[in-house]
């Protein structure tokens, strides 16, 4: 007769609960984290590199008195107008590029799956580099909807430090001055830079990185190292766009500094700038903007993969095979 183990009367085995793990976000919600996490990258990038781009240009629009580099640049802002001259626009600078980084991150990560969508993971992959330019500048044209008034009120502020004590009184006097056109006389000037720009920065950041985790896999890195080759593909990718460019931020600060003669069209200002400037002269402060946007692009791309690492926005939208 076979025996049994009598169990205490009341007493429960405890039970085995496993850790669930935290669902990821999808749809709204995970696009919505791209956005914030690109918004805030952007605005404390370009906002705490504000007296670089002072001084960057200042040396565009006034080549003849800002002759000696980025240094001497500093000194004499510093000199003739204070130390408080150096944070001129900081104002607009962080409100519109809060607005630019989120239709920028968020709408690339979303133009992305849109093409995995239309295409095929398959196909989509295979042509990950046309891919990567496509969404970038459409990313890059609804970005700069959101930006173009806040950069033109930045532009002026820095270039006529009387013009207006900071970002609201600026931005009601070029209301009430020039009225809406004049928040968009370089939406031209401001693609032309801004999607090459952009284009250059994606494509080049994941080559980089791409061709970095060939060799050493992304899940045996710890998140500090993955934050240092998000830093070190950043600095490429921000000198490579900073190059492409050059001579439209050259044009867009010139076309910005003050508005156009009565009739003149934007493409006729375009033109007599581009004229003016030449070659050697488009590229008027290039060594400032190598360092402004090496920092800034390397600063993005480490702080928006953290906060996305922060946010459980791990879902990215990855190509790469």
């Given at each position: 007769?076979?025996?049994?183990?009598?169990?205490?009367?009341?007493?429960?085995?405890?039970?085995?609960?496993?850790?669930?793990?935290?669902?990821r976000?999808?749809?709204?919600?995970?696009?919505?984290r791209?956005?914030?996490?690109?918004?805030?990258?952007?605005?404390?990038?370009?906002?705490?590199?504000?007296p670089?781009?002072?001084?960057?240009?200042?040396?565009?629009?006034?080549?003849?008195?800002?002759?000696?580099?980025m240094?001497?640049?500093?000194?004499?802002?510093?000199?003739?107008?204070?130390?408080?001259?150096?944070?001129?626009?900081?104002?607009?600078?962080?409100?519109?590029?809060?607005?630019?980084?989120?239709?920028?991150?968020g709408?690339y990560?979303?133009f992305?799956?849109?093409?995995?969508?239309?295409?095929?993971?398959?196909?989509?992959?295979?042509?990950?580099t046309?891919?990567?330019?496509?969404?970038?500048?459409?990313?890059?044209?609804?970005?700069?909807?959101?930006?173009?008034?806040?950069?033109?009120?930045?532009?002026?502020?820095?270039?006529e430090?009387?013009?207006?004590?900071?970002?609201?009184?600026?931005?009601?006097?070029?209301?009430?001055?020039?009225?809406?056109?004049?928040?968009?006389?370089?939406?031209?000037?401001i693609?032309?830079?801004?999607?090459?720009y952009?284009?250059?920065?994606?494509?080049?950041?994941?080559?980089?990185?791409?061709a970095?985790?060939?060799?050493?896999?992304?899940?045996?890195?710890?998140?500090?190292?993955?934050?240092?080759?998000?830093?070190?593909?950043?600095?490429?990718?921000?000198f490579?766009?900073?190059?492409?460019?050059?001579?439209?931020?050259?044009?867009?600060?010139?076309?910005?500094?003050?508005?156009?003669?009565?009739?003149e069209?934007?493409?006729s200002?375009?033109?007599?700038?581009?004229?003016?400037?030449?070659?050697?002269?488009?590229?008027?402060?290039?060594?400032?903007?190598?360092?402004?946007?090496?920092?800034?692009?390397?600063?993005?791309?480490?702080?928006?993969?953290?906060?996305?690492?922060?946010?459980?926005?791990?879902?990215?939208?990855?190509?790469?095979?």
């Open positions: 007769m076979a025996s049994t183990t009598p169990r205490s009367p009341g007493l429960a085995l405890p039970a085995v609960v496993s850790a669930k793990a935290p669902e976000p999808t749809g709204l919600s995970l696009y919505s791209f956005a914030f996490a690109g918004a805030v990258c952007c605005a404390v990038t370009h906002g705490a590199l504000t670089v781009d002072v001084v960057k240009t200042r040396i565009q629009l006034d080549p003849k008195t800002y002759n000696n580099g240094i001497g640049g500093f000194r004499k802002v510093v000199a003739s107008e204070g130390a408080a001259a150096l944070l001129t626009g900081v104002g607009p600078t962080f409100a519109g590029y809060f607005l630019q980084g989120a239709f920028k991150f709408g990560e979303f992305k799956q849109q093409s995995i969508n239309i295409l095929g993971y398959e196909t989509a992959s295979n042509n990950r046309a891919v990567y330019l496509a969404s970038s500048a459409l990313a890059e044209f609804f970005a700069d909807i959101a930006l173009c008034p806040l950069e033109a009120t930045r532009i002026r502020l820095v270039s430090p009387t013009f207006a004590n900071g970002l609201l009184s600026g931005f009601g006097k070029i209301a009430k001055n020039e009225g809406f056109a004049g928040f968009y006389s370089g939406f031209g000037p693609l032309f830079k801004q999607v090459p952009t284009m250059a920065k994606f494509v080049v950041y994941e080559k980089v990185a791409e970095f985790y060939a060799q050493v896999p992304k899940s045996s890195l710890s998140d500090g190292a993955q934050t240092g080759v998000n830093l070190g593909a950043g600095l490429i990718a921000g490579a766009a900073a190059l492409v460019s050059q001579p439209a931020d050259t044009m867009l600060s010139k076309i910005n500094k003050t508005k156009g003669a009565p009739g069209s934007t493409t200002r375009l033109i007599s700038i581009a004229r003016e400037l030449g070659i050697r002269g488009s590229y008027t402060g290039i060594g400032a903007r190598l360092f402004l946007v090496g920092l800034i692009t390397a600063g993005q791309f480490s702080i928006y993969g953290d906060i996305k690492k922060a946010m459980n926005a791990t879902g990215g939208v990855e190509l790469a095979k």
